[in-house]
């Protein structure tokens, strides 16, 4: 794989993840937002979703799901301060909608988690 960027994502905790990688999708307003190699230097509000990590044929490799924070990106760079994380290894669609059936701070969070697993049916686990 030809790594392009390098990831990094806090939590007010730790560094959660330090690597290269390809391609990086962030959950940004109502579309995602894809990060290529030379992108323009920006700062973006993220939204509860899904941060993939994408190969060169454009396939998620890895997921992360947060609770929406703050991407810093800036020569080939992205810092994503979060304030919950989950890796997708870690969950699934009916931890995930149980969860956001719940009348918690955290529902709409689970709520995220479970509409991507119905959007992407290959990855329920």
Same mark, same amino acid.
């Given at each position: 794989?030809?790594?392009?960027?390098?990831?990094?994502?806090?939590?007010?905790?730790?560094? !959660? +993840?330090?690597?290269? !990688?390809?391609? /990086? /999708?962030?959950? @940004?307003?109502? /579309?995602?937002?894809?990060? $290529?190699?030379?992108? &323009?230097?920006? #700062?973006? $509000?993220?939204?509860?979703? %899904?941060?993939?990590?994408?190969?060169?044929?454009?396939?998620?490799?890895? !997921?992360?799901?947060?609770?929406?924070?703050?991407?810093?990106?800036?020569?080939? !760079?992205?810092?994503? =301060?979060?304030?919950?994380? +989950? =890796?997708?290894?870690?969950?699934?669609?009916?931890? %995930?909608? %149980?969860? =956001? &059936?719940?009348?918690?701070?955290? #529902?709409?969070? @689970?709520? %995220?988690?479970?509409?991507?697993?119905? &959007?992407?049916? #290959?990855?329920?686990?």
């Amino acid at each position: 794989m030809d790594e392009n960027l390098i990831l990094k994502i806090f939590t007010p905790q730790k560094n !959660v +993840l330090n690597r290269k !990688v390809y391609r /990086v /999708v962030l959950p @940004y307003g109502k /579309v995602n937002l894809t990060l $290529i190699k030379d992108r &323009a230097p920006t #700062s973006l $509000i993220l939204q509860a979703g %899904a941060v993939q990590i994408l190969d060169k044929n454009d396939q998620v490799q890895e !997921v992360y799901f947060i609770d929406g924070g703050v991407a810093d990106i800036a020569d080939n !760079v992205c810092n994503l =301060s979060v304030t919950k994380i +989950l =890796s997708g290894k870690d969950i699934n669609r009916d931890f %995930a909608e %149980a969860e =956001s &059936a719940k009348d918690t701070e955290e #529902s709409y969070f @689970y709520k %995220a988690i479970a509409d991507y697993f119905i &959007a992407h049916p #290959s990855l329920n686990n």
